[in-house]
Nanobody, 124 residues
């Protein structure tokens, strides 16, 4: 069992930056970790995923060049660095984990462990 806790959300003006953290209760060495976003009134969507092999997958072109995902296995933590934030980035951001040896994240992955989410609001 893995417990995940997100932090780092908040209110930021357009063009600003935030770094979200997803801290696990135990090692994430063998896990793929993904960040999801759920905007108000919309379905949850995939944002970025990173595998145990440090391979990263984007799910939307709008995040390329602005968002990066990284992991620090020594700290059992995965980060989502978000730059040049836009109002449409607003939502609750969740991290989730899946134990897998896959080299890349798959669109058909179902994730076994979830955090409680952290709110990101981009507004002037």
């Amino acid at each position: 069992q893995v417990q995940l806790v997100e932090s780092g959300g908040g209110l930021v003006e357009p063009g600003g930056s935030l770094r979200l953290s997803c801290v696990a209760s135990n090692t994430l060495d063998d896990y793929a970790v993904i960040w999801f976003r759920q905007a108000p009134g919309k379905e949850r969507e995939r944002v970025l995923c990173i595998t145990a092999h440090d391979r990263k997958t984007f799910y939307a072109d709008s995040e390329k060049g602005r968002f990066t995902i990284s992991r620090d296995n020594a700290k059992n933590t995965v980060y989502l660095q978000m730059n040049d934030l836009r109002p449409e980035d607003t939502g609750v951001y969740y991290c989730a984990a899946k134990k897998t040896a896959n080299y890349y994240c798959s669109a058909v992955f179902s994730f076994d462990f979830w955090g409680q989410g952290t709110q990101v609001t981009v507004s002037s």
